[in-house]
Structure formats: C-alpha cells, structure tokens
C-alpha cells in the first residue's frame, strides 16, 4: 500500500430495497469520515443518485469506471453496471438480489488485487440472492471461499466478542457439525484475531455448552461430555487459555461475559441473541480468521423501514471503523513480528 494515501474502504450496497445504502450514504454525509479514509461504493453513478433522491440525502460524490482511480477527499462510486436497477422499497425482489451480488463480487475481486484495503459490506438479503452461480447463505461462506484462511463468523463491541463455531447451520443440524477439530480451528481462529486484530496479547476464551446446563454430565445429550470437554481439556493442557463448557442460559445475565476476551457460542442464535440484545446498534459482524478484512453492521435489511429516512447508521459506522482499526493494527503486527523475525536471523 502507498503510505502517501489513505486507506481504501469498498462497500458493497446490499439489496438496494432495505436501508443498507441508506446507512453508507449517511455515515459519509459528514464530511470528517473523509480524514480517517477513502469510501469507494460498488454500484453505478444512476443507482446511487436514485438513492439519495428518494431518501433527499445529500451527498457529492466522484464516479469512475475503475477502482484504482479513486480519489482521496471524495466518495468515490465506481460504475459497474449500466442498467437501471428497479428501486422498490421494502420488496425482496430477485432484481435487486442480482445487483447486491454484482456489487459484493467485484467489491471482493477489488479487495483480493489491492485496489481496496477493507471492506464494508451492507446487508444483503439471504434468500434473493440465490442462483445458478450464488449458492452461499450469506457473506461469510462465500468470503470463505474468495479468500485465504479459516473463517470465523464474529461479532464484536470494545466490551463484548462473540464467535461463532456454526454460524448460518440449522439448529437440528448443529449438534453433527460440530467435531474436535471444528473447535480446534475456530478456538485458533479466535485467538489470533485476538492477538493480531485487537492487540490483545493472551486471549482467554469461555465456551458455551452445545445442550441446556452444557448436557447436565451426559443428562441432557452428551455433545457437552463427548466433544467440548475432551478439547478444552486437551487445549488448557497445552497453554491456550481456552474455559468451558458454560450453560450459556445464565452466562450473560450473570455478567460472568465481561470475563473474557471472548465468547465461542455453539450455533447462531445462542451467541446473536444475547449479542444483539447487549449492543444492537453498536455491534459489528466481522469475518475474522481471513487474509483481508471485511466488516458488516449488525442488523439485516429491515425492509420495514425501507426508504423512509428513519433507518440509523450508528452500526454502519462502527463498521467503518472497526475495518480501519483492524487493517492498522495487523499492519503494525505485521511490521512488529516481522522485526522480530528479521533480529532472530541476525543474532544466529
């Protein structure tokens, strides 16, 4: 990256019926965003003018047919499609699950050569993106697969982390999906996002129990005794500060969360809930474990208040600066391991 210019931040628009343009657009109507980095939205001149006409948000920005001539001080819309996508507010139509796949796929392509250094990905809605060449529940799987690394999907707060070792997996099906080294890699996944991504130097890390009361010691299902024990056990042994399997029923309300650097929770809804009522609208959804960074507010498409002006970009913004913080602290972490490194070989 050209130390003379400020970090890139992509954003892909999601589905341009739900509030996620909304949300981008406002966070960068106050001009200061523009000092911290440079906004480049994967879209078209056309589709973001309809936006901001149909929201009456003000808003200026630069249109170029090529990520890599984007311009410092401004926001930058590059033009990669030339139809005119029908805008319906609050409908989950196939159209605009076309287009919120167009954006996402070369803002990732963007993002893997170095035109961009971050991503922001605004919400996308799970079932309308679907077709022949997009068969993905949602942005992690297929993040998973454009990009280097183990995938982990993880929400985050200053005070408050929460992974996920299955994410978008039906409950019926969580129990089969889960395996020692399931845990193994999501624990690692974890630990050096911890260290690399936030600066924390030795990450403790609670695990929540698969059953109700972590299966009651065989009780109620033996996942808990069979799986998780035997690895946290084995992991403890050798040095990780890894602590569980707790009832995740009384976890949170017990505050015993805000002893940790972070939750691994056993399927979707038992980390979201308890995340989500904790910090919605300051929480940020970010794929942790990858060779590049991409963030999400933590909310969906809320086609219910679609195109009325009222939608708030408070997450969006954490999300912007979430993605900033990460890509300076894993440069800083590059720079320092690789000083180590560099004096390890001088002193043989």
């Keep these: ?28 109507t106050d001009s200061r965003m523009l000092d911290f980095c440079t906004p480049v939205f994967f879209a078209s001149n056309k589709t973001i003018a309809g936006q901001t006409s149909a929201l009456n948000i003000d808003i200026k920005y630069n249109g170029i047919q090529e ?4 311009i410092d001080g401004k926001i930058n819309v590059v033009n990669i499609w030339k139809e005119i996508p029908k805008l319906e507010f609050g409908q989950a139509t196939t159209e605009a699950g076309k287009f919120a796949i167009r ?46 690394g183990d995938s982990l999907m993880f929400m985050v707060t200053d ?27 999501k624990v690692r996944t974890i630990e050096k996002s911890l260290t690399m991504d936030f600066g924390i130097r030795r990450p403790k890390i609670a695990l929540l129990g698969i059953n ?3 299966g009651d010691n065989g009780t109620i299902g033996k996942e808990d005794e069979e799986i998780l024990k035997p690895v946290i056990k084995e992991m403890s042994a050798a040095g990780h500060l890894v602590f569980g399997p707790y009832a995740a029923d009384s976890f949170f309300g017990s505050d015993s969360h805000t002893k940790f650097d ?20 300051n929480g940020v959804n970010y794929t ?24 708030d ?32 070989r001088i002193r043989r």
Aim: charged share 25%; net charge neutral.
């Design 1 to 28: 990256m050209d130390e003379n210019r400020k970090i890139r931040l992509g954003i892909s628009i999601g589905d341009i019926n739900g509030i996620g343009c909304e949300v981008a657009l406002k966070t960068f």
């Design 67 to 70: 990520t890599s001539k984007a």
């Design 159 to 185: 005070g408050l982390k929460v992974g996920l070792l299955t994410d978008h997996v039906a409950v019926k099906d969580v129990p089969a999906a889960i395996n020692p080294i399931l845990i193994r890699t």
């Design 313 to 344: 970009n408070s997450s969006f913004k954490e999300a912007v600066f979430t993605a900033l913080r990460v890509f300076k602290n894993r440069s800083e972490y590059a720079e320092l391991t690789e000083n180590v490194l560099q004096k390890q």
């Design 103 to 148: 954006s996402l796929k070369a803002a990732v392509e963007s993002l893997k050569v170095g035109d961009i250094d971050v991503l922001v990905t605004a919400p996308i809605n799970k079932n309308n993106i679907q077709s022949d060449d997009f068969k993905f529940p949602g942005h992690t799987d297929f993040l998973a697969q454009e990009l280097d």
């Design 288 to 311: 942790a474990g990858l060779s590049k960074v991409r963030t999400s507010p933590d909310h969906g498409t809320a086609y219910e208040i679609a195109g009325t002006g009222k939608a």
């Design 212 to 214: 109700p009361h972590s």
């Design 262 to 281: 972070a939750i691994l929770a056993a399927y979707h809804d038992q980390g979201l809930i308890p995340f989500k009522t904790l910090s919605f609208g």
